[in-house]
Nanobody, 126 residues
């Protein structure tokens, strides 16, 4: 059974940084592409960042490009999201997601992912 557990969320002032982690179990991690999404109450889940199964490829939403960095450590079965220069509009519940991948593709659509974590809250105060 695939499990994804996010951590690292919290309250931070605008301009600050946070590093989210997502620990995966129950899967061959190096065969899975990973993604981060976020969702505010009453809004649709939106794509944040994605990384290919071996980390060679990454892809970002325009809203976070240049501020967020996605990375992974396949030896630790963990994917990270380093968030710098945080803004109040980055306040959301952040989810990691996984999907099996046959190649080095990245995926940015919610329906492309099969497995999801429970989320970690990020709150940025102004």
């Amino acid at each position: 059974q695939v499990q994804l557990v996010e951590s690292g969320g919290g309250l931070v002032q605008a301009g600050g940084s946070l590093r989210l982690s997502c620990a995966a179990s129950g899967l061959t991690f190096g065969s899975y592409a990973m993604g981060w999404f976020r969702q505010a109450p009453g809004k649709e889940r939106e794509f944040v960042a994605a990384i290919s199964r071996r980390g060679a490829g990454t892809y970002y939403a325009d809203s976070v490009k240049g501020r967020f960095t996605i990375s992974r450590d396949n030896a630790k079965n963990t994917v990270y999201l380093q968030m710098n220069s945080l803004k109040p509009e980055d306040t959301d519940l952040y989810y990691c997601a996984a999907r099996w991948s046959a190649d080095g593709s990245t995926y940015s659509r919610e329906y492309e992912y099969r497995n999801w974590g429970q989320g970690t809250q990020v709150t940025v105060s102004s």
